[in-house]
Structures are given as C-alpha cells and as structure tokens.
C-alpha cells in the first residue's frame, strides 16, 4: 500500500509562508512526477505546482514567482514553500505522486489526504 502525507499547513497571515511537505510511503519502486493542488471552497481542485523525477518544475500562473517546489528523492518527499500568502491561497493543499510499485508495474496516481491553509489576518 502507498500512503501520501502532508503536514506544514496552518493559518498565516497575508504575506507570511508557509512551507508544505509530503511524504510517500509504502511499496515504492520509483517515483516519477510529484505534485501539489489546491481546493477552495466551491471551487475545482487546481493545480499549483509540479515537479518530475528530473527536477523540471511547472507552476501556476497564480503561485509563479512566489512558491518554489522541490523534492527530497531520498526522503519520498516533495515539498512547496510559498511566499507572499495572500487571503485567495486559503484552500485545503493536495499532495500527488505518480509511481510505480515495481518494475512491472503501470504507474499510478496518489493522493494525501490534504492539509488546510488559511491565510488570514
């Protein structure tokens, strides 16, 4: 089984940061590209950043300049520091990975269970 756990998230005030990390468990043979997405309230979960097993890195017009993502290949885990926070980043951040389980394997998609993040003063 493979397990995605986030943690770093909170309330922060606008222009604070925060700093995301996810970390993938589990039967792992490799991970490919690493991911993390947001849902607020009444709104489709979208896509913020993402990075592939290569370090090549694609953000969000909306994050572009202020949220670095990066990913500790030893560790599992992938992480997103965001800057300058602003009141429309308040949503409940996802973390995703695309790996495959073993050498035969077809890649798959998976998810954390997400972690809010309210900015606000």
């Known amino acids: 089984q493979v397990h995605l756990v986030e943690s770093g998230g909170g309330l922060v005030q606008p222009g604070g940061s925060l700093r995301l990390s996810c970390v993938v468990t589990?039967?792992?043979?490799?991970?490919?590209?690493m991911g993390w997405y947001r849902q607020a309230p009444g709104k489709q979960r979208e896509l913020v950043a993402s990075?592939?097993?290569?370090?090549?890195?694609n953000y969000a017009e909306s994050v572009k300049g202020r949220s670095t993502i990066s990913r500790d290949n030893a560790k599992n885990t992938v992480y997103l520091q965001m800057n300058s926070l602003q009141p429309e980043d308040t949503a409940v951040y996802y973390c995703?990975?695309?790996?495959?389980?073993?050498?035969?394997?077809?890649?798959?998609?998976?998810w954390g269970q997400g972690t809010q993040v309210t900015v606000s003063s």
């Open positions: 589990g039967s792992i043979f490799r991970i490919n590209d």
């Open positions: 990075i592939s097993s290569r370090g090549r890195v």
């Open positions: 995703n990975a695309d790996l495959d389980e073993s050498l035969l394997s077809v890649p798959q998609t998976y």
